[in-house]
């Protein structure tokens, strides 16, 4: 049995090893013998592993992001099974309100691209979006977002509202999937406020 959330589909070739095709992640990851439950879980876990892989990316931006003083939030947007651009927050650097991790990479994106419609792509990227970037991640058609911890405060994708809903009226629906390595991206955000406050203390 594969996982229902994973249709996955498998070459039955090559001597016993077995190529496996993905439809939702796009990737192509091989298993060895036959599909018991054990195989699957194998197959599973290498695609947890390529999230992780991408989230990890998006964590390194945010670690630029932490360098710079900045909200630790970072991004990456994936194309065919690889990073196509990067970016992290720069709202206090560039002194400017729009310069989220998100709305940078759609930016980025767009002009690498030379399109405005990012259908086949996905965003990775470190905490729940704001109302902002799932207004801009809709308009430019992502398909799919993971993000890392969710935001109780002010997330919009579904912690306090649920910006990627069709019945808020937009064409185009964005999937999602929260909770990707959310101790890790959790622990960046708290280690954050925790030395601003201490900052701050001193001031
Ligand atoms: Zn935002």
């Known amino acids: ?17 077995f190529p496996l095709f993905c439809f939702e992640t796009r990737f192509w990851g091989i298993t060895l013998g036959d599909l018991s439950p054990e195989d699957s879980h194998v197959i599973i876990t290498a695609m947890e592993d390529q999230h992780r892989k991408f989230m990890k990316a998006a964590l390194k931006e945010a670690q630029k992001a932490y360098e710079k ?28 309100a729009l310069m989220h991790a998100e709305v940078i990479a759609i930016d980025k994106a767009c002009k690498k691209l030379g399109d405005w419609r990012l259908n086949d792509m996905d965003m990775y990227v470190t905490l729940e979006p704001c109302t902002m970037c799932s207004g801009a991640i809709v308009q430019s ?16 994708v579904c912690s306090c509202n649920d910006i ?7 064409n185009h629906h964005v999937e999602f999937e929260g909770g990707v390595m959310e101790e890790e991206c959790s622990e960046l955000m708290l280690q954050f406020f925790k030395e601003m406050r201490e900052r701050n203390k001193l001031k």
């Not at 990627?164 to 937009?170: I, L, P, S, T």
């Open 1 to 17: 049995m594969l996982h229902e959330r994973h249709p996955c589909f498998v070459f039955r070739f090559m001597n016993g090893r």
């Open 141 to 156: 058609r992502i398909r799919k977002v993971y993000f890392g911890a969710y935001e109780p405060k002010s997330g919009a």
């Open 69 to 96: 003083k900045e909200c630790p939030i970072g991004c990456v947007i994936v194309k065919d099974g690889k990073v196509f651009v990067r970016a992290h927050n720069l709202k206090l650097t560039k002194s400017n």
């Open 164 to 170: 990627f809903n069709v019945e808020h009226g937009h």
